[in-house]
C-alpha cells in the first residue's frame, strides 16, 4: 500500500532587485531646541521571496550614508557608509517582523562614537520589540517608523 503525505508548497524563484533610496528627517528645534535635519542616501541589493505566488519574506542589504545638519548654525555632520542586513518575514496570521543586524549608523567625529549597530527584531502588527542586542540610540527612540522627527534627538549631542 502505498502511504500519500501532502507536498510541502512549492517555493517561486527568489526575486532580486536594486533599489536606490533617498529621504530626510526634519524639526524645527521641539527635538534638539534648534532646527536639525538628518538626510540619507543608499541602495538597498534586495530578495523577494514567494510561495505560491504569496510575498512571504523580503531580504536586503542595505548600504547608506547621509548627513545631519544644525540649520541654526549651518554645521554638518558626515555619516559615513555603513551597511546592514533588513528581513520582513511576513506570516499568514498577517504578523510581520522586521530584524535588522549590523551597523546602520556611524559618526567618529568628535568625541564619543555615535553607534547604531547590533540585532534589533519588532512585530509591527502587534508593535512589539522583540529583541535588542548591542547599541540602538536612534532605532530605539522610535523602532517603529523612520520617518518620525523624534529619532532626532539620538543627534542632538553631535552639536552641542
Known amino acids: 500500500m502505498l502511504c500519500g503525505a ?12 536594486i533599489e536606490p533610496f533617498s529621504g530626510s528627517v526634519s524639526d524645527d528645534g521641539d527635538v534638539c531646541g534648534f532646527p536639525i535635519i538628518w538626510e540619507f542616501t543608499g ?11 504569496q510575498l512571504v519574506r523580503l ?10 545638519t544644525n540649520l541654526d548654525t549651518g554645521e554638518v555632520v558626515e555619516l559615513p557608509r555603513t551597511a546592514f542586513y533588513d528581513r520582513f518575514d511576513l506570516g499568514d496570521d498577517g504578523s510581520v517582523i ?11 567625529e568628535g568625541g564619543d562614537p555615535l553607534l547604531d549597530v547590533g ?12 529583541q535588542s542586542s548591542g547599541q540602538h540610540p536612534i ?22
Request: proline residues 5%; contains cysteine; charged residues 20%.
Open 119 to 130: 540585532r534589533f527584531v519588532v512585530r509591527f502588527d502587534t508593535a512589539e520589540l522583540l
Open 59 to 68: 531580504q536586503a542589504l542595505v548600504q547608506e550614508s547621509g548627513t545631519v
Open 6 to 17: 501532502a507536498l510541502p508548497a512549492a517555493a517561486d524563484a527568489p526575486v532580486r532587485t
Open 43 to 53: 541602495e538597498a541589493r534586495a530578495l523577494r521571496f514567494f510561495q505560491d505566488g
Open 139 to 160: 532605532r530605539e527612540i522610535n523602532p517603529f517608523s523612520i520617518s518620525d522627527p523624534a529619532l532626532l534627538g539620538g543627534f542632538c549631542d553631535l552639536f552641542v
Open 98 to 108: 522586521e530584524s535588522v543586524s549590523g551597523l546602520s549608523i556611524r559618526v567618529t
